[in-house]
């Protein structure tokens, strides 16, 4: 095995750098002297208004610039880009026009009405002061329902999309032929992100040119945009992104803020920058999930899933976001089926607008949301039809010889073990031990509860990925990659590939990322594509450099092609141990002008998507007098594939758990009836701390992906993916035996008390 390759918990390389104060991120990289740019931001939900009186706050001293939407005609394209889905009758979903600032009306709380351009923020704050906003109120919606007062006249009764997959006919059969069905309805609770680094960016106009950079996970989309939106041509702007502090799908598309600075530093013809505070941040970034949804499952006499059908109506808040009206609707019947044999499924999802915040993705995208209805509603099903809720999934699992198998949403899932991944979680949870704690718990006053989650999910994003590998002068080699890294340790993990395939040393291997002039083009981070799509785009990238550079080592060996041989990270002649390694050819190459062997460019498509999937088991402890919920064991088995850097995949997956618990017993944006923000500080929104999680046990049992070359799967959101469900059903079971037959997220305290104080009083009467 090469030291430094694949396979190995290597520790990241850039950790030194960021930990010690070196990172660049977005606040850091501003050019010197740069205005800053404050958005006046609507106090109403929804109101119509004129165009303020701005000669007053123009003459601040500081102040460059103020603009509203009348002053972007003609030099900035005033909206935003989205996707919208087909309606069930074949028709597109509603489309209205998201503006980059409003344009006499708002639609939420934080909607940009007005930009104001000064030397400092202070500047900024004092113009801000004085413009006067005269708001006609509008009746609010919040609502996560069809109806209420119209947000946009595009979308009658609110709703932007009417979605839907599956037969309903057969459905329909199912359900009315079965031995047994059951029912749920769940509420997905809204959450935030909440990254360490905000979002923000700066730009520079230099007379032909825009430089833009910013906190994202990919910066192809916004040039383009950014192109289009101010007349451009896609030559004439660069955008780049540096060290981001978290992305986690919420930093994957593009803001109205981007396009308003970009228009100012082009106007101004000066340096813009604009970082969102904390406060800023919970307001206008986009929320994620917040789903309402009903879940049937009809059943056999031998207790087999027979159907499945699903009604759902998500939330968009305001807007289409980029990705909004995909995630409740595509993205979540990827996975749908969960990882259970059956044929017919009905799925119906309604988007509807409400006088909030956007919202779009939020780690997973679309997966969380499906796995968390599917496994939600079989754990119910098993405890009401009297069964053990981890034997009855178990019944249910589509069969390992029935591989590669087809799913009732048309996905092919290429390979998997349930049954060996669930054995070994039982055995690592040592859930054959559980009756003794859950004793020693009520001895303590406390209800203890088991849930498993057994989740799969399905790569995502754009299956195309580009790689560049350059010889430099200095004696380092130039990887250049299309993905984003967001904190996950990408400058490790593709170092290792390129090490493994082609021998290059790790530490003379330079990271490249997130410039528009420097990559021609890539997809982002997003989906857990990044290293699936970017390792075996960097294989087959390392894998032409060497065919290139065949016939120099045939010449630097003196011997005939046939006798040369690649193996461990060089070329040697077969059978003896001389030979010469990549570096060395670089420089022979250098010195003859051979500048063609110096630069290796490969486009990799990827075959097919692969699809993490696993058991997660979470222990949890209710103290019946407060409603308090303790998470005291967690364990995790994960089919992950084949494995680059174990050690940063379970880094990954300790943060996605985090995040997933963190929405199950703590976390929910919380609006009040006429739309103002309830939840806009730490003060109010409970991230989840240290002292609130265990120490998760992570293991693998791995099935390699016959989807890619690599054998992987993805692990970058495989832990929100399946902690949702595994605690939510934990307690649950902790109060089954009080009576209490169904629990939502988020299981704060009150809410639990609340909802163990009705079962008692229910039982009482009852009894």
């Known amino acids: 095995m090469i030291k430094f390759g694949t396979s190995q918990s290597v520790t990241r390389k850039e950790d030194l750098r960021l930990l010690t104060g070196q990172g660049k991120y977005c606040d850091d990289t501003a050019a010197e002297g740069a ?146 069905t059951t029912s749920l309805d769940l509420i997905d609770n809204r959450i935030h992100n909440s990254a360490m680094e905000g979002r923000g960016c700066h730009a520079v106009w230099d007379g032909s040119r825009l430089h833009m950079e910013f906190t994202g996970q990919g910066v192809w989309n916004l040039k383009n945009e950014l192109a289009e939106n101010l007349g451009l041509e896609p030559e004439a702007v660069q955008v780049t992104t540096g060290d981001v502090g978290g992305g986690f799908g919420t930093k994957g598309f593009n803001y109205p803020e981007y396009f308003a600075v970009a228009f100012a530093a082009r106007k101004l013809n000066t340096p813009v920058r604009w970082m969102s505070g904390r406060g800023e941040a919970m307001l206008t970034d986009v929320g994620g999930r917040d789903h309402v949804t009903t879940a049937e499952a009809a059943f056999d006499a031998d207790f087999r899933l027979k159907a499945v059908r699903i009604n759902c109506i998500s939330n968009l808040g305001a807007y289409n976001s980029f990705f909004a009206q995909y995630i409740a609707s595509e993205l979540a019947l990827k996975v749908l089926p969960g990882v259970y044999d059956f044929q017919t499924a009905l799925f119906n999802v309604k988007g509807v607008f409400t006088n909030t ?172 594509r990044s290293v699936t799509l970017q390792g075996n785009s960097i294989n087959k990238t390392a894998d032409e450099a060497i065919r290139k550079f065949r016939e120099l080592a045939a010449e630097e060996l003196e011997i005939a092609d046939a006798d040369l041989v690649w193996e461990d990270g060089s070329f040697s002649v077969a059978g003896t141990d001389r030979s010469v390694d990549l570096m060395h050819l670089a420089g022979v190459a250098r010195e003859r002008g051979l500048t063609d062997l110096l630069s290796t460019r490969v486009k990799y498509d990827l075959p097919a998507r692969s699809y993490p999937n696993g058991a997660h088991f979470a222990e949890v402890e209710v103290d019946p007098d407060t409603g308090q919920v303790s998470v005291q064991k967690y364990t995790v088995v994960d089919d992950f594939g084949y494995l680059v850097n174990p050690m940063l995949a379970e880094g990954q997956v300790h943060g996605g758990v985090v995040q997933g618990v963190g929405q199950a017993v703590t976390e929910e944006v919380v609006y009040s009836e006429d739309g103002q923000l309830l939840s806009g500080s730490f003060m109010d929104y409970a991230m989840p701390r240290a002292a609130d999680m265990p120490m998760i046990n992570f293991f693998t049992q791995p099935v390699l992906s016959t989807a890619n070359e690599i054998g992987m799967k993805g692990c970058g959101e495989a832990g929100t993916v399946g902690s949702l469900a595994s605690v939510t059903n934990a307690v649950l079971d902790a109060l089954w035996d009080s009576g209490v037959r169904h629990v939502d997220m988020p299981l704060t305290p009150s809410r639990v008390w609340n909802i163990l104080n009705s079962a008692d009083a229910t039982l009482k009467k009852s009894a």
């Open 35 to 180: 205005l800053h740019a404050m958005f006046l931001r609507s106090p109403v939900a929804h109101a119509t208004f004129e165009q303020p009186d701005l000669e007053e706050a123009r003459a601040v001293a500081g102040v460059h610039a103020i603009y509203t939407a009348a002053d972007l005609e003609g030099e900035l394209k005033n909206q935003v880009a989205f996707h919208t889905v087909k309606n069930r009758d074949g028709s597109n979903g509603a489309a209205p026009v998201r503006p980059v600032l409003a344009d006499g009306t708002v639609r939420y709380v934080g909607e940009a009405v007005a930009l104001v351009v000064a030397e400092t923020k202070e500047a900024a704050l004092d113009a801000m002061d004085l413009i006067m906003v005269d708001y006609h109120d509008l009746p609010v919606h919040v609502a996560t329902a069809v109806g209420g007062p119209t947000i946009h006249k595009e979308a009658p009764d609110n709703l932007a999309y009417d979605w839907s997959y599956g037969d309903a006919e057969a459905t329909d059969r199912a359900f009315a032929t079965a031995a047994h």
């Open 357 to 528: 915040t956007p919202v779009d993705a939020y780690r997973g995208a679309g997966r969380p949301e499906a796995i968390y209805v599917i496994e939600r509603l079989m754990d119910v099903s098993a405890r009401e039809l009297g069964k053990d809720p981890i034997e009855f999934r178990r019944k249910n699992f589509i069969p390992k010889e029935k591989f590669p198998y087809r799913t009732v949403s048309g996905e092919l899932y290429d390979v998997g073990d349930f049954n060996m991944v669930l054995d070994r979680a039982l055995k690592e949870a040592n859930v054959a031990g559980f009756k003794t704690r859950k004793a020693k718990s009520a001895a303590a006053g406390k209800l203890r509860g088991l849930g498993l989650c057994y989740y799969i999910e399905s790569i995502l994003g754009d299956p195309v990925e580009h790689t560049q590998i350059d010889f430099a002068e200095d004696g380092f080699v130039d990887l250049y990659v299309g993905t984003q890294s967001n904190g996950q340790g990408h400058e490790t993990v593709f170092a290792q590939f390129l090490t493994e395939r082609a021998g290059i040393p790790f530490d003379k291997i330079r990271f490249i990322q997130g410039d528009s002039d420097r990559i021609a083009m890539g997809g982002g981070t997003g989906g857990s």
